[in-house]
């Protein structure tokens, strides 16, 4: 095995990450050396390179806070086994996933669903196991149970709000799943053809007159929001008396401005999901809920970039334009 190897650092806040040739890492007593055959890029990937992150990093650093690998040596797994990397500071503490091989410690490590390709053994963790919260756990949908099972959801209109996304998509597949009429609101045109198929279709540009509609008609029982910014509240107009909105994400604004008097009016609940308190449900959730992808009855879109492209899938994301999630894919010399 060579002394080095490629891997994509950031040297400078802000600044697009580049390929170099860095030494190869070594493991300790409790530690797993694996070969990284995708790696995520994600928001807070892109949070942490911008120097925006309360955790920041020794520049330089290898960035990648997920991605999925085998194990090339360790004193407890088998060489060849496929597993997950994510937690245990990569990416913030500790060298990332955005290299031909990474270090971390055995007992963070998770196995893959057989039959999951790479690219969505890299990604799929976030967007599963948020929409499985955001639905299920916070947002109550239908019959609630605690498994894959679908609920009895028959009564619900649910909208999810940036549906083209990856979470969003994955909300809007698992409320079909369910039995629920979905609602996607989108961009653009171009966003609405990728909604998954049975979603009805609100495109912010053009469906003025649809929308209109809906915050007088109110028809809406269940609001899931990965948008945020200043037009969360005018979204929960279009949410029933007794209904729930589910914050989820904030890629239109960090902040929301309340009305409280007309709030306490519309009389709907406003609820966060926090991933990062529920991780270790989370993992649970993940890996009682992977086989679905496995067998196809969930899609996750994923684009995939080679190391030297690591920039601008940054770009792509901050702008909105990725189709799903993104991915570097590793030299394989």
């Known amino acids: 095995m ?55 990093p020794t520049l330089p650093y290898v960035g990648g806070v997920e991605g999925c690998g085998r194990v090339v040596a360790s004193d407890d797994l088998p060489e060849g086994t496929r597993v997950m990397l994510r937690g245990a500071g990569l990416g913030l503490v500790r060298d990332g996933t955005w290299a031909q091989y990474v270090v971390v410690p055995t007992t963070s490590l998770s196995p893959l669903p057989e039959g999951m390709s790479p690219a969505v053994g890299a990604t799929f963790f976030l967007p599963l196991t948020t929409a499985v919260t955001a639905l299920r756990t916070v947002g109550r949908l239908g019959s609630w149970n605690d498994g894959p099972e679908p ?95 589910v914050a989820i994400g904030y890629v239109a604004g960090e902040t929301a401005p309340l009305d409280l008097p007309n709030w306490l009016l519309l009389d709907v609940a406003l609820l966060p999901v926090n991933m990062i308190r529920r991780n270790r449900e989370a993992r649970a959730l993940a890996e009682q809920w992977a086989p679905l992808l496995v067998s196809g ?32 894919v590793p030299p394989t010399d």
């Open 297 to 328: 009855q969930l899609v996750l879109d994923v684009q995939e970039f080679d190391f030297a492209e690591a920039g601008r899938a940054l770009d792509l994301l901050g702008t909105g334009q990725l189709r799903g999630r993104a991915v570097l």
């Open 151 to 245: 609920t009895a959801a028959r009564d619900e209109v649910v909208l999810v709000a940036g549906a083209a996304g990856a979470v969003g998509s994955m909300v809007a597949q698992l409320a079909l799943r369910d039995g629920a009429r979905v609602l996607g609101l989108v961009l653009d045109r171009e966003q609405a053809q990728r909604l998954p198929e049975g979603v009805e279709p609100l495109v912010a540009a053009d469906d003025g007159e649809q929308l209109s509609r809906l915050a007088g008609e109110r028809p809406v029982t269940l609001l899931v929001d990965t948008l945020g910014g200043a037009g969360l509240g005018e979204r929960m107009g279009w949410v029933r008396a007794g209904g729930r909105a």
């Open 2 to 56: 060579s002394a080095t190897m490629r891997a994509v650092r950031v040297r400078d806040w802000g600044a697009a990450p580049e390929v170099e040739h860095v030494p190869m890492p070594r493991r300790a007593e409790g530690e797993t050396l694996v070969r990284v055959d995708a790696a995520a890029v994600g928001h807070l990937d892109r949070t942490v390179a911008g120097g925006e992150f309360r955790m920041k």
